[in-house]
Nanobody, 115 residues
Framework: QVQLVESGGGLVQAGESLRLSCAVS????????LEWYRQPAGKQRELVAD???????SYANSVKGRFTISRDNRKNTLYLQMNSLKPEDTGAYFC?????????WGKGTQVTVSS
């Protein structure tokens, strides 16, 4: 059973930066794809970025050029560096291992960007 715990969210002003972390309770060397999702209040969860075991990354158009996803396999940790934050980035952020059974995604970590 893989457990994922997000951290690093907070309240920031537009233009500032945050780095989110996701601690994974297993070796991530063998996890093919790790993902970051976000869910604004009252809206559906959406895929923000993902990264393969080989380091190939993909991003939603809304965050390209501002966000960077990375993984440290030695530390079993996934990161999301968020720069030039905008109010529309506000939401609950979740990490995920693609294909993992997730009946309950938990609360994630809240990111709030003020103008």
């Amino acid at each position: 059973q893989v457990q994922l715990v997000e951290s690093g969210g907070g309240l920031v002003q537009a233009g500032e930066s945050l780095r989110l972390s996701c601690a994974v309770s297993a070796s991530i060397y063998t996890i093919e794809v790790l993902e970051w999702y976000r869910q604004p209040a009252g809206k559906q969860r959406e895929l923000v970025a993902d990264i393969t075991a080989g380091g190939r990354t993909s991003y939603a158009n809304s965050v390209k050029g501002r966000f960077t996803i990375s993984r440290d396999n030695r530390k079993n940790t996934l990161y999301l560096q968020m720069n030039s934050l905008k109010p529309e980035d506000t939401g609950a952020y979740f990490c995920n291992a693609k294909g993992l059974f997730r009946p309950d995604w938990g609360k994630g970590t809240q990111v709030t960007v003020s103008s």
